[in-house]
């Protein structure tokens, strides 16, 4: 039931879209904005209008910047790095770039294959990665630990042989801090099977 007039009520829903938002939680955003006008709805509203303009996706990696290539691809520290991790989304990069993994390179596969979503090999961008691994000595898929980001990995992997770079994935198993009481079956056995010596 609506409760305010049809610009609310569609700012709500267009909120409501995005993850980790339902109706309630953007409900609320509004109602906050609503109340914060001047110090926070007008500065959003000028922002989204800029990023709208300026936000490209770097043609190399596919990152989000406001320049292509992106300041990670142009990072002169970067430029020499034997090293590629290939993620899923941008939002893996970031977390990444977050945890300071090093100077390392990026690519962005924008998915993962899904044969019962329709999704295969030229809907993200494989053809490009296979294109740039030659150039690197290793190439790391960062890919989750899903059917569908096994599948991708392992298609990857296949259509690396030969090319003469090395193909790793980031390790699987107990996380920094982690309890094994609290873990599921297949994190405490891929655990089990990449043990290493202390």
Same mark, same amino acid.
């Given at each position: *039931?609506?409760? !305010?007039? #049809?610009?609310?009520?569609?700012?709500?829903?267009l909120?409501?879209?995005? +993850?980790?938002?339902?109706?309630?939680?953007?409900?609320?955003a509004v109602l906050?904005?609503?109340?914060?006008?001047?110090?926070? *709805?007008?500065?959003?509203?000028?922002a989204?209008?800029?990023?709208?303009?300026?936000?490209?996706?770097c043609?190399?990696c596919?990152?989000?910047? =406001?320049?292509?290539p992106?300041?990670?691809?142009?990072? #002169?520290?970067?430029?020499?790095?034997?090293m590629?991790?290939v993620?899923?989304d941008?939002a893996d990069?970031?977390?990444?770039?977050?945890?300071?993994v090093g100077?390392?390179?990026y690519?962005?596969? !924008?998915?993962?294959?899904? +044969?019962?979503? !329709?999704v295969?090999?030229?809907?993200?961008?494989?053809?490009?990665?296979?294109?740039?691994?030659? =150039?690197?000595?290793?190439?790391?898929l960062?890919?989750?630990? /899903?059917?569908?980001?096994? =599948? /991708?990995?392992?298609?990857?992997?296949?259509?690396?042989?030969?090319?003469? /770079?090395?193909?790793?994935?980031?390790?699987?198993?107990?996380?920094?801090g982690?309890?094994?009481?609290?873990?599921?079956?297949?994190?405490?056995?891929?655990?089990?099977?990449?043990? /290493?010596?202390i």
């Amino acid at each position: *039931m609506a409760s !305010g007039g #049809p610009e609310i009520e569609q700012l709500i829903q267009l909120l409501a879209r995005l +993850p980790g938002l339902g109706p309630r939680s953007a409900r609320r955003a509004v109602l906050q904005l609503i109340k914060k006008k001047e110090s926070l *709805m007008i500065p959003l509203s000028a922002a989204l209008d800029r990023a709208v303009i300026a936000v490209k996706t770097c043609e190399v990696c596919g990152n989000v910047d =406001t320049r292509s290539p992106c300041g990670i691809c142009s990072d #002169p520290r970067r430029i020499e790095s034997g090293m590629l991790i290939v993620v899923e989304d941008v939002a893996d990069l970031w977390a990444l770039e977050r945890a300071s993994v090093g100077a390392v390179r990026y690519h962005v596969l !924008g998915g993962v294959l899904s +044969p019962l979503d !329709g999704v295969g090999p030229d809907d993200i961008t494989i053809d490009a990665l296979i294109e740039r691994a030659p =150039t690197f000595k290793e190439v790391v898929l960062a890919v989750n630990a /899903t059917v569908e980001g096994q =599948t /991708t990995a392992h298609y990857i992997t296949d259509r690396l042989v030969g090319s003469g /770079t090395k193909v790793t994935r980031l390790a699987h198993g107990v996380p920094v801090g982690g309890e094994l009481d609290y873990l599921d079956e297949g994190t405490l056995s891929q655990a089990l099977k990449a043990r /290493t010596e202390i």
